[in-house]
């Protein structure tokens, strides 16, 4: 067996301090009596280990909510201005608000277009769309219409992706053309078992030539279709023209039982600035616009989803102080845990400690050797915690979208239930830096308590 000076030969021959030395002893001897009760010591870091968890697991789901909806904003475009007709609460004798017959005229008009084209020349694109029809049919299936006249340049204005065929062309404004690219849930309700390319549509009684499916845009039942109003993937795209030409202004659609009647020229504006620092002023000339032409915007409404993605910015940071807040309860618990623990080990341990101050401990040794257990609980239970939390993230951000098929419990979840996940490097660097400074923390009383004993009253503990 080693006697202690041949170890303290071989550690200064390694070239070690005295003061290293010491400490290597501190932790060695602090691990040792972790190690001997290791089911105490797993059930004390437990607190910790499911305190960071926590954190982990909640900052996880709160960012994956804020990236999701943050996207779905974005996918309205950023540099987007949209100026929408909307009907007005109440007719009345305003200026595009008036009734006429039973026929209820409102909105952007096309006068509206000529001056927001003159104001604004550094538009990267300025698109009017123009809804059209009441029905689309095919052979003995039929839904509800939502069809819009448009231009080429809504493609690029609204991020819009050709899945097949084509989009709209100059040459099919030009022609006033009969054709049309309809949206990806169009195609699966109308062809769910055909190619609709080249296949003929009627919208009400007018028929038109599939050119192109839309690909999914991914906003239906998010934040962007409540945004946009309408699930963007049942759109129907026909030339404006052949919009102007072919179904005129007025629009009829039966709905719960009524007929309603408007006249309206564009039903939607895209505005797209040229860089995202003018699209709040741009959108502020806009309202200024249509407040003088349209007073008290009675028939028009502004969607800026610029304004919106810095609103969901900042709702979602105060979302993730907040859950990150609740489940730091818990890492609080676990520091309370673990100060209870060490002080039922500081009676447990008297007589040891009475013989360590003895043989020539100072009470600074005893503080570190209480310290170094704590630290070492705290850390390891922070790095099991940091394991758990993130395995949790992937599990719920993975198995969330299967629970609709699960047996039993399948039917209290919706078809498209999901739970965005996104853990985050901060997050974990928090949360294990907070959870070994807590059990530090809690564990500085314990061990001034156990470096306070008097060694003589100590040695005499049974």
């Given amino acids: 067996m080693a006697r202690p000076h041949d170890t303290q030969i071989r550690i200064h021959a390694a070239g070690r301090s005295p003061a290293l030395e010491m400490l290597l002893e501190i932790v060695r001897l602090g691990i040792n009596n972790l190690r001997l009760h290791k089911m105490r010591s797993v059930l004390t870091a437990l607190g910790i280990i499911l305190g960071v968890a926590a954190v982990i697991t909640m900052v996880s789901l709160g960012e994956g909510s804020k990236r999701e909806a943050l996207l779905q904003i974005e996918r309205l475009g950023a540099r987007n201005i949209i100026v929408r007709s909307q009907r007005p609460a109440e007719s009345g004798n305003q200026q595009g608000g008036q009734q006429r017959g039973f026929v209820l005229s409102y909105g952007v008009t096309r006068e509206d277009l000529s001056v927001v084209e003159k104001n604004f020349p550094n538009a990267e694109h300025i698109v009017p769309m123009k809804e059209v029809g009441s029905q689309l049919l095919r052979e003995d299936k039929r839904q509800s219409s939502q069809t819009f006249g448009t231009t ?73 279709a409540a945004l946009v109003g309408r699930d963007l993937n049942l759109d129907v795209h026909i030339p404006i023209t052949t919009a102007k030409t072919v179904f005129g202004d007025q629009f009829f659609r039966r709905e719960s039982g009524s007929f309603q009647g408007s006249n309206v020229q564009i039903s939607e504006l895209f505005v797209v600035s ?18 003088v032409r349209h007073p008290g915007l009675p028939d028009i409404g502004l969607i800026v989803p610029y304004e919106l993605l810095e609103q969901a910015r900042k709702s979602a940071l105060t979302w993730n102080i907040v859950l990150g807040a609740i489940a730091s309860i818990s890492l609080l618990v676990g520091g309370i845990g673990i100060m209870n623990i060490m002080l039922a080990t500081v009676t447990e341990r008297t007589r040891e400690i009475g013989i360590r101050r003895a043989v020539g401990a100072t009470r600074d040794h005893i503080v570190w050797q209480f310290l170094v257990e704590t630290g070492v609980l705290s850390a390891v239970g922070g790095l099991i915690g940091v394991g758990l939390g993130l395995g949790t993230s992937f599990l719920i951000g993975w198995g969330a979208p299967l629970l609709p098929e699960a047996p039993v419990i399948g039917r209290f979840f919706p078809a498209d239930v999901s739970l965005p996940t996104a853990p985050t490097l901060w997050s974990v660097v928090i949360a294990f830096a907070v959870a070994t400074l807590t059990g530090l923390v809690f564990g500085i009383y314990p061990a001034m308590k156990a470096s306070k004993q008097d060694p003589i009253v100590a040695l005499r503990h049974d």
């Fill in 274 to 291: 040229s860089g995202r620092e003018t699209v709040l002023p741009d959108a502020e000339r806009l309202r200024r616009i249509f407040e």
């Fill in 152 to 224: 080429p340049e809504l493609m690029d204005a609204a991020n819009l992706v050709v899945g097949r065929g084509r989009y709209l062309t100059d040459a099919d404004l030009d022609d006033s053309a009969k054709v049309a690219v309809i949206g990806q849930e169009v195609a699966k309700e109308l062809f769910p078992f055909d190619d609709p390319i080249g296949e003929t549509l009627r919208i009400d009684q007018t028929a038109v030539k599939i050119v192109g499916v839309l690909a999914p845009v991914g906003l239906s039942g998010g934040a962007g």
